[in-house]
């Protein structure tokens, strides 16, 4: 009887639940999903690729970059971002996207350019797709921020405007 209960009741299957959840067809295919995939990808890479090189003292930045980036993208994956208002989730996202953007560049010119072995040289060329995916990310955020802001602006532009107008006018 035990058995047939977890039969009838689909999410008792253990069929790649977190993962499934992660990687859905909805997620994948907008552009903030694809962004956060390769984010979590290309500092996973990162790290790994630190950890098996000279420059190891480097490490804690992609793995904090890789952790950052799979909780964001968990919490778009579960809709958390739009049940929890209790954040400004863009300007948060926006921060970590251009702290990351800078920390990545940083440490992946000390590691291209003061380490000599191939794993260091590795770790820093992920390390820059790493800041052109992460400043991608901050690129269209910062866009979403402007467009939010200058809608929030708009009930006072028509007053600014006619000002505009009649200084034009006059010259």
């Known amino acids: 009887m035990g058995e047939m209960e977890c039969e009838e009741r689909p999410e ?3 069929d790649g639940g977190v ?3 992660l990687l859905n067809k909805e997620l994948l295919g907008s552009r903030k999903g694809q962004l956060l995939l390769t984010e979590v990808i290309s500092s996973f890479i990162s790290f790994v690729c630190f950890c098996a090189s000279t420059a190891a003292s480097f ?3 992609p793995l904090l970059a890789f952790i950052a980036a799979l909780l964001i993208l ?12 209790g954040f400004h989730w863009p300007l948060m996202d926006f921060l970590r996207c251009i702290t990351s953007s800078i920390v990545f560049f940083i440490i992946s010119i000390m590691a291209v350019s003061k380490y000599p072995d191939g794993s260091s040289k590795a770790a820093g060329i992920f390390g820059f797709v790493a800041t052109i995916v992460f400043a991608l990310d901050f690129y269209f955020i910062f ?3 402007a467009a939010f802001l200058k809608a929030g602006d708009s009930n006072e532009e028509p ?3 006619e000002d505009a107008d009649s200084d034009e006018d006059s010259d």
Request: glycine share 0%; proline share 0%.
């Open 12 to 14: 008792a299957r253990a």
């Open 19 to 21: 993962l499934k959840l």
């Open 59 to 61: 490490v804690t930045a």
């Open 74 to 85: 968990f919490a778009h994956a579960i809709k958390f971002h739009q049940r929890f208002k």
């Open 143 to 145: 866009n979403e921020l």
């Open 159 to 161: 007053q600014d405007k």
